[in-house]
């Protein structure tokens, strides 16, 4: 594994963001959101991943995370990529509503030849690069960031009405998946 998707410390916070290749947007449709945020909860629930932010944005999401048990960060996210990917690509080529399905079907075969690691497709760009949030600043301002997200790009007018974030758990109100 490449040192891009290296924690130097294993017990440290911090933020990570995945984007689809080429920038797609696939996050559009809710089913491919809900793969994301089930994908979430079961690396919580089994791997012990502890996922104190996220926001799921219509071609990459953004999380704030660190990790519970013995399970190294790295191989946390790794597995959840792999999952998520091959899930993702699987309910693109499932649903009969999908309009942009061989659009973006090309794309993710076209990447995926590009890539020796892959057989068929890729879905996922390979440039995340964890930061570590040393000081509670740096964790307020990557904690802004990523609820603001959404306002930034004119999709909600407040952080708390966007339903694909962590930001109503902050407010005390209750998300998509909580």
């Known amino acids: 594994m490449s040192s891009k998707y290296k924690f130097h410390n294993p017990d440290g916070i911090y ?3 995945f984007a689809v290749v080429r920038w797609v947007d696939v996050f559009t449709r809710d089913v491919y959101r809900e793969i994301i945020l089930d994908s979430l909860k079961y690396c919580q629930k089994e791997k012990g991943l502890r996922l104190h932010a996220y926001v799921i944005m219509t071609n990459h999401l953004h999380l704030i995370i660190s990790r519970e048990r013995k399970n190294l960060l790295e191989n946390i996210l790794r597995d ?6 091959s899930a993702l690509i699987k309910a693109i080529k499932e649903n009969p509503y999908e309009s942009r399905k061989e659009w973006m079907l090309e794309i993710f075969e076209t990447e ?15 440039d995340n690069h964890p930061v570590e949030l040393t000081s509670n600043k740096m964790m307020d301002q ?29 407010t005390g109100e209750k998300g998509k998946k909580g």
């Open 112 to 126: 995926g030849r590009k890539n020796p690691n892959n057989k068929h497709y890729q879905f996922w760009r390979q």
């Open 15 to 17: 933020f990570v963001t």
């Open 80 to 85: 959840f990529k792999k999952f998520t990917s």
């Open 142 to 170: 990557k904690l802004d960031y990523v609820h603001n997200n959404p306002v930034k790009q004119g999709f909600v007018n407040r952080p708390e009405d966007y339903p694909w974030s962590s930001m109503t758990n902050y």
